[in-house]
């Protein structure tokens, strides 16, 4: 039973490159999260979806950032252009329902990609 | 503004002792409260919930805590285990607001031979 499969696990760039982080989620899962991870702000949501469509970005920090998700089985989040700061770990969950219904459906994790910009 | 805290980032304990971590929240309006484990280079796995309705949900181990009026909710390990050394994530979600789970910066949980 595959879980959330997150791709790369690693990415090292140089500044103003482009960088995309890929994401498939469980299958039957209709909720895709995007998340960071880092020292100071610990594990922050960035965006989510729910059927593809995208709910709420107000965690997008700036207008680099992007996400799409073109269908239920693959999601992308894009940094153009990249810089320092945005080095952190990303991860992508999924979940059946959202978070409004019964706990017994929690998040699923991907294992993150840890993206450092140099 | 932090909505859900962890005041301590790290702590460690004994093998066989019991580990309290600790969690604070701000907002009333969160219906439930869970907590994840996350080892190093992997995903947070869940771990146990509550619901605000309640002050206690026990799962083997792991007992959390909810005590409303302080806004303060604990996870009780018992007896803790060299597996238990990881990084505890506290979230808090509301079932009227969003589908947003809010994390807290993480404990990190050091269980010591």
């Known amino acids: 039973d595959a879980g959330v499969i997150q791709s790369p696990r690693h990415e090292v760039t140089e500044m103003g490159q482009e960088v995309t982080l890929r994401c498939k989620p469980i299958s039957g899962h209709d909720y895709l999260f995007w998340y960071r991870q880092t020292m100071m702000r610990g594990l922050e949501l960035l965006i989510y979806f729910n059927n593809n469509v995208p709910i709420d970005d107000s965690g997008m920090p700036e207008d680099r950032f992007s996400a799409k998700m073109p269908n239920a089985s693959f999601s992308t989040l894009k940094i153009q252009p990249s810089e320092p700061r945005d080095s952190a770990v990303y991860f992508c969950a999924s979940s059946l329902g959202g978070t409004g219904l019964p706990v017994d459906q929690p998040q699923h994790f991907g294992d993150g990609t840890r993206l450092s910009i140099l | 503004d932090q909505q859900v805290k962890q005041n301590s980032p790290s702590l460690s304990v004994q093998e066989g002792r019991i580990s309290i971590l600790n969690c604070d929240y701000t907002n009333s309006m969160f219906d439930y409260f869970l907590w994840y484990k996350k080892y190093p280079a992997e995903g947070p796995t869940f771990l146990i919930s509550i619901s605000s309705i309640k002050d206690k949900n026990e799962d083997g181990r792991f007992t959390v805590f909810l005590n409303k009026s302080a806004k303060h909710l604990s996870l009780h390990i018992v007896p803790s285990q060299p597996g238990d050394s990881a990084v505890y994530f506290c979230?808090?979600?509301?079932?009227?607001?969003?589908?947003?789970?809010?994390f807290g910066k993480g404990t990190r949980l050091h269980i010591l031979p």
């Open positions: 979230a808090a979600s509301s079932l009227n607001r969003d589908d947003k789970i809010i």
